[in-house]
């Protein structure tokens, strides 16, 4: 530091070195669809993107364990 008057790790892009993200127009134009959906929708990116949220949707057709409320749900939104 004292020779250049930089760090030592300035020239490493953090998101790159970490996440392998490039932030290209693609990129930016993405990001700002998840977080304006996010804004109006609750779980905006767990609905519509998380590729596990996608696998548990399926699975939890084919599911044994369901919760069956009948004549006694007062519509709390506990559930949900």
């Not at 530091?1 to 993200?21: E, P, Q, V, W």
Request: hydrophobic share 45%; glycine share 12%.
């Amino acid at each position: 530091m004292l020779a250049t008057g930089t760090t030592a790790f300035a020239r490493i892009d953090s998101f790159k070195a970490l996440l392998n993200i490039d932030f290209t127009w693609l990129t930016g134009i993405s990001l700002g669809i998840v977080l304006t959906g996010s804004i109006y929708i609750s779980g905006f990116w767990c609905r519509y993107f998380c590729p596990l949220g996608a696998f548990l949707g399926l699975v939890s057709k084919i599911s044994y364990f369901k919760l069956r409320f009948g004549t006694s749900c007062k519509y709390c939104g506990i559930c949900h």
